[in-house]
């Protein structure tokens, strides 16, 4: 959630259903990455064109052996789909978290310029914070190598969105998949409408019938410790904003 002024200087409790999308958000970020590395929409595009021709300006691309980057490990990040996929998982975080089995690195933020380096696919799952606004820029995004991956399934606002597009237009990055963008809806005269090999799908990746079950429970089970006056589960540290 965005940093409100007035309920962080309050006494008010606030929860949210934290984790209850994550999921369904790692699969939607699995489905952008194949369509990406297995060129899908130019292959439904021969589809429409009856063309079963094979021609792609780049090879298809195998994820076993990649090397996922993940910026931020919340629940997202520990949903295990890069470990599926026999790829090496490396991690950054804003706090000191367990590092989990299928997590072969994990360092604080002051990490990220060497997961950028390192890292074939970039999945950033971090929240929108005032500290995290722009933390991909430019300079930031140069690091990554012109056949790694950037996936932005979070928050709009933390990835430059012109210098993103700029370096998919020269061929310095194999591809991205949005799901989130700084505004939105994306206006009609957004330069990401024509980006070559960027995928771009609406903010609906933690949309889900198990999601929407999952949100009900969670406030249910909170609704009940409130009225039996126990202690309420997903509280959101209002400094923080998450």
Not at 22 to 32: N, V
Not at 123 to 129: D, K
Not at 216 to 229: K, Q
């Amino acid at each position: 959630m965005a940093q409100i002024s007035e309920l962080a200087d309050s006494d008010v409790v606030v929860t949210n259903t934290r984790g209850a999308h994550a999921a369904t958000i790692a699969e939607h970020t699995f489905g952008l990455l194949i369509s990406l590395t297995r060129h899908l929409p130019q292959l439904l595009q021969a589809q429409s064109e009856h063309d079963w021709t094979e021609q792609f300006d780049t090879p298809q691309v195998g994820l076993t052996g990649l090397t996922l980057g993940m910026v931020g490990l919340g629940n997202i990040g520990r949903a295990q789909r890069g470990y599926a996929f026999d790829m090496n998982v490396i991690a950054i975080d804003a706090h000191q978290v367990p590092r989990p089995d299928f997590v072969t690195e994990l360092r604080l933020s002051d990490g990220l310029a060497d997961l950028l380096r390192r890292a074939d696919v970039v999945a950033v799952t971090i929240p929108q914070t005032p500290q995290t606004v722009g933390l991909l820029g430019e300079e930031q995004l140069k690091l990554m190598e012109s056949t790694a991956y950037l996936l932005v399934v979070s928050r709009g606002g933390i990835v430059d969105e012109d210098a993103l597009a700029q370096m998919l237009c020269e061929g310095r990055l194999a591809g991205a998949g949005l799901d989130v963008t700084a505004t939105e809806p994306l206006s009609e005269d957004s330069l990401l409408w024509d980006t070559p090999n960027l995928l771009l799908t609406p903010h609906c990746s933690g949309r889900s019938a198990y999601t929407c079950a999952t949100d009900i429970a969670i406030f249910h089970e909170n609704l009940r410790r409130y009225l039996a006056r126990e202690p309420l589960t997903n509280l959101v540290d209002l400094k923080l904003g998450y």
